[in-house]
């Protein structure tokens, strides 16, 4: 079992920058991914790494805005979030999954952390 705690949510104006980090309990070689879920509206998928960081795939929407990592040694992940725009604004979930062919499949998921943008 893996727990994952994500951080690093807030509050911030349009055109600007937040860094979200996602760090599991415990060691693995799985992928993670980032999803969001804006009110009213299905979860849906944003970004995600492949467990050594060698691929990363990324929603039409962030694509050239959003660029996610990961530090193995720290166990965590980081969605860095630039030029964010009102869409933007959900709760972020991570979650994990043996590759990053299943992450839409995610077996771990973390609580969320709210972002807000502001127009």
């Known amino acids: 079992q893996v727990q994952l705690v994500e951080s690093g949510g807030g509050l911030v104006q349009a055109g600007g920058s937040l860094r979200l980090s996602c760090a599991a309990s415990?060691?693995?070689?799985?992928?993670t991914g980032w999803f969001r879920q804006a009110p009213g509206k299905e979860r849906e998928f944003v970004a995600a790494?492949?467990?050594?960081?060698?691929?990363?795939v990324y929603a039409d929407s962030v694509k050239d805005r959003f660029t996610m990592s990961r530090d193995n040694a720290k166990d965590t992940v980081y969605l860095q979030m630039n030029s964010l725009k009102p869409e933007d604004t959900a709760v972020y979930y991570c979650?994990?999954?043996?590759?990053?062919?299943?992450?839409?499949?995610?077996?771990?998921w973390g609580q969320g952390t709210q972002v807000t943008v502001s127009s």
């Open positions: 415990r060691r693995t070689s799985y992928a």
């Open positions: 790494i492949s467990w050594n960081g060698g691929n990363t």
């Open positions: 979650a994990a999954a043996p590759g990053l062919a299943t992450i839409r499949m995610a077996t771990w």
